[in-house]
């Protein structure tokens, strides 16, 4: 980098002005300290971070948009730092996909790609670690469905089974990131897209039961190759079963 350069980028004025800039010093404040914790009054932190009125409230209104922020108002009142909820982060990125016209395909196609990453973290999950009440809760969920055999299988059983499975799965991954995608993508397009695949199917449902059994079977064993086999196939399975007409639908056309 030449030294003119260098000079042009330090004359740049930093992106957001003042109201981004003091919401980047408070939010990580925000973050290092325990949710709920107060910040101080308007007037502290007009005298902390040196700020006009005006512009502290246009920091407030970012951070509270980000779910960062509480602000109380009244007697005892102040800032009070908050962390997010995974359901307002989901809500988001769900709308920015409506706005691209999401696809059913499209949500499935991704879907699978979290699926068998998940089966793979689960499976090789060592034993000893903070997964063992996760490994029981997913034991658990294979005697539920060892004890549902007999019974005839809905598409809302494989909906509801589906929520359940990978709760515990992602709990054993151990993977924030991971727990994200899965959530966006089910709580935007996959409950529906199952729904859609799985309606009025009862053989498909028997199916998709028999092939979470048996990758269930292989992430207990902590067999993390067996595991991503049993889930690459069932998920062909799925994209096999949607029809060319409703993998083009748009998501956002249904809602």
């Known amino acids: 980098m030449t030294t003119q350069t260098a000079k042009t980028r330090e004359a740049l004025p930093v992106r957001g002005g003042a109201p981004a800039q003091a919401a980047r010093r408070m939010r990580d404040e925000i973050l290092a300290l325990p949710d709920g ?10 005298a902390r971070y040196g700020l006009s ?7 407030a209104r970012i951070l509270e948009q980000e779910q960062l922020l509480v602000v109380r108002r009244g007697n005892g009142g102040g800032y009070y730092g908050r962390r997010p909820d995974i359901g307002a982060v989901t809500q988001a990125a769900a709308l920015y996909l409506r706005l691209r016209q999401t696809t059913v395909r499209d949500v499935l196609d ?15 999950t060592p034993a000893g670690t903070d997964a063992t009440a996760a490994r029981a809760d997913l034991a658990e969920f294979r005697q539920h469905l060892v004890d549902r055999l007999d019974v005839t ?3 809302a059983d494989v909906v509801r089974d589906e929520v359940a499975l990978y709760a515990v799965l992602m709990r054993m991954a151990g993977n924030p990131a991971l727990e994200l995608f899965h959530r966006t993508l089910f709580e935007f397009g996959q409950r529906d897209a199952n729904l859609r695949v ?12 028999a092939g ?4 269930v ?6 067999d993390p190759e067996m595991a991503v086999l049993l889930a690459r196939r069932q998920n062909r399975l799925m994209l096999d079963w949607v029809s060319p007409e409703v993998e083009r639908e748009s998501i956002a056309a249904r809602d």
């Open 37 to 46: 914790a107060p910040l101080g009054s308007e007037e502290e932190l007009l």
């Open 53 to 59: 009125r005006p512009t502290l409230r246009q920091t």
């Open 110 to 124: 991704a879907f699978q790609l979290v699926n068998v990453e998940a089966a793979r973290l689960a499976a090789g």
């Open 153 to 155: 299988y809905l598409a």
């Open 198 to 209: 799985f309606q009025g199917h009862p053989d498909r449902c028997a199916h998709w039961r």
């Open 212 to 215: 979470r059994l048996r990758m």
């Open 217 to 222: 079977d292989a992430i207990l064993a902590r």
